[in-house]
């Protein structure tokens, strides 16, 4: 081994503050930087991916509310209705001449729309 093969070991190699001589590749300085890059690309991903699935548990719940609410909807007109011919029910039933006849139809028809209520209500 000549100069050149001196030299060779010279770039192989780095003198460490106690003489010894150590490989390029172990320096501490690289490994760390190797580390930073690879925890930042892991930092990275998961950052994009949870981004990415929040989103797309958002448009799904927009999706949820709006299929959901005009059922919602229907259910109060459905209420509202039934009140008020309820109202106008009893108005007529309270003029005098029609006895109570009328009167026990419309309770045995309101509990029915009210026991039918609560069956959609709890399913």
């Known amino acids: 081994m000549g100069e050149s093969g001196k030299q060779q070991e010279v770039l192989r190699l780095q003198i460490n503050s106690n003489g010894s001589k150590i ?4 320096r501490i300085d690289t490994k760390l930087i190797v580390g930073f890059f690879i925890i930042a690309t892991i930092t990275g991903s998961v950052g994009y991916l949870s981004l990415y699935y929040s989103q797309t548990v958002a448009d799904k719940f927009h999706e949820l509310v709006l299929q959901s609410l005009p059922t919602m909807e229907s259910l109060k007109e459905i209420k509202v209705a039934a009140l008020n011919i309820e109202t106008a029910t009893n108005e007529y039933a309270f003029i005098p001449g029609n006895g109570n006849k009328y009167l ?3 309770n045995e028809q309101k509990s029915k729309f009210n026991n039918n209520l609560n069956i959609r209500r709890s399913s």
Do not use: G, L
């Not at 490989?23 to 172990?26: A, G, L």
């Open 104 to 106: 026990q139809e419309i």
């Open 23 to 26: 490989p390029f590749h172990s």
